[in-house]
């Protein structure tokens, strides 16, 4: 099959139409005082029409999971069922407001309550908040949980161990919370119980680790990963970027682990992409559930509420309650599978995996041989001898209609190409994704490096993009201004 991206010559919306949309017609029979009413609400003046065409053309000329293959590795690209965008936007889930009273929202409240409670058994912990808002917040909400509780002990812990196959996100939220980082050497593509040995002490809070890792492999030491944390009385924290591998087989709790992150967006088939929306809830154990976020979902006898009342919490983490929305879709795919359908979302996970693994790993080097689990990590090392880096295969890709997988992480890889099928893609998705490989890694250099040709952008330059931010409209203008003052 054939591929090319549309192509648009598409301006932003704002410069469709140069006229400002003033709020005057509009708010005039607003309630409000005239103190509080914009006079301008600095959006283009268009009609519905023209919105409606700008955002279908922007969408043509990108990928989505509902056009083609996402094998992006460790962010769980699965198709999202439509019968849970149909739930969650019916009107007495799309139409609340969070600042309403809690008891017109009972039905919200009630079903949050629920998702909790779900969670706690998926995940083989005591409580749950909904909170965080991404994986990332989840995993900054974990460790000032974690800090809280050595902080009430009266110990002063500054150490948080992170292997080096980690996500980056890790570091970076041990260190926004305050803590020393300690990168642990992997040994085999595993953590290596000898070294962890002899960087674990008085001084280490926790340990983050993802189980199983970045490599698709499955950490089998992790009870003796536990002992070695507890014994010197920190705390374990469980990443749940993998979480997709182990759904129904095993739990973080069964693990000993303390603390729990999820991501909903990934594990339980909610849209994502793109910066967001997201969900990253936190379970604990007990007692770290004193620790966990204000407010809580409390029910007495059939009414729900919010409590506020655990002093040694660690506060709120965002505005309100977390991303109703995403919470929903997750809590109607958790329902409409049930356990049995959870496990069999593992299992075809892993199966699909390893499938595709077992025809890539005869075109491209697979670094720590084996089965794996969710997802594995290839080494485009030896593409260079043909004049092609891991950069190009996966730019070329895009001109085959597939989107490009992870690439450069792990650190540990050279070359890394980090492929995650997940379990909703068919057979004959995987062989054609194998046989692009293949035609790709027989066409000259040349039109490799150059990739992509069929895409509504070409390729950029990525050092260029990086030191020069353009995030926004505003800075976008800021930028050609700049740019037409210097070429006068």
């Known amino acids: 099959m054939s591929y090319r991206q549309a192509c648009y010559d598409e301006p932003l919306i704002f410069d469709l139409e140069s006229e400002q949309f003033c709020g005057d017609e509009v708010l005039k029979d607003s309630p409000l005082p005239e103190t509080l009413r914009r006079k301008c609400l600095n959006l283009p003046d268009l009609p519905e029409r023209d919105v409606m065409k ?17 094998p992006l590795g460790s962010c769980t690209m699965k198709y999202n069922p439509k019968i ?43 409580a749950v908040t909904l909170q965080p808002a991404a994986g990332a917040q989840g995993e900054f909400t974990g460790l000032q949980i974690m800090r809280a509780y050595h902080e009430d002990r009266g110990e002063e812990r ?20 305050g803590f020393d980082v300690v990168e642990l050497p992997s040994k085999n593509g595993m953590v290596d119980c000898d070294a962890l040995k ?132 997750a809590y109607a795919y958790i329902r409409s599978l049930g356990p049995e359908g959870l496990n069999e979302v593992s299992s075809r996970a892993v199966a699909n ?16 041989g084996g089965g794996r689990m969710h997802e594995f990590v290839l080494s485009g090392e030896k593409l260079k001898s043909k004049g092609v880096r891991t950069l190009d295969l996966a730019k070329r890709l895009l001109d085959y209609g597939v989107h490009a997988p992870t690439i450069y992480f792990p650190l540990i890889i050279d070359e890394a190409i980090m492929i995650e099928p997940t379990e909703t893609e068919s057979i004959q998705t995987l062989d054609r994704f194998a046989e692009i490989v293949h035609e790709i890694l027989q066409e000259d250099s040349e039109t ?36 037409k003052s210097h070429s006068s």
Not at 54 to 70: A, C, E, K, P
Not at 159 to 168: C, K, Q, Y
Not at 300 to 322: C, E, F, M, Q
């Open 54 to 70: 700008h955002f279908v053309r922007l969408s043509q000329m990108n990928f989505s999971i509902d056009t083609g293959f996402y």
């Open 198 to 329: 002899s960087v674990a002490g008085r001084n280490t809070a926790g340990m983050m680790l993802t189980n199983p890792n970045t490599l698709g492999i499955f950490e089998k030491d992790v009870l003796e990963i536990a002992d070695i944390i507890h014994d010197c009385g920190a705390l374990l924290y469980y990443d749940g970027a993998n979480f997709n591998a182990i759904l129904g087989k095993t739990n973080p709790g069964k693990m000993n682990f303390d603390i729990v992150h999820f991501n909903l967006h990934k594990t339980f088939s909610t849209p994502h992409g793109g910066g967001g929306p997201g969900a990253g809830p936190v379970g604990v154990k007990k007692p770290l559930d004193q620790y966990l976020p204000v407010p809580r979902i409390v029910k007495n006898g059939t009414y729900y509420s919010l409590d506020y009342n655990y002093p040694k919490s660690i506060g709120k983490v965002r505005a309100y309650l977390g991303n109703f929305a995403v919470l929903l879709r």
């Open 158 to 177: 500054k150490e948080v161990i992170v292997p080096d196959t980690a996500h980056g996100t890790n570091p970076a939220s041990a260190a926004m919370v």
């Open 84 to 126: 849970n965008e149909h739930i969650a936007r019916l009107p007495g889930a799309s139409l609340i407001h969070p600042n309403q009273d809690e008891s017109t929202v009972q039905g919200a409240l009630q079903i949050m309550h629920e998702l909790e409670n779900m969670l706690c058994e998926i995940g083989g912990i005591d």
């Open 353 to 368: 995996s390893n499938y595709l693994k077992t025809q890539l790993e005869k075109m491209i080097d697979l670094p720590f």
């Open 448 to 483: 490799v490096r150059s990739a992509p040709h069929n895409t509504s952008v070409k390729r950029i330059d990525e050092v260029k993009a990086a030191r020069e931010l353009i995030l926004s409209y505003r800075s976008l203008k800021e930028h050609e201004r700049k740019f």
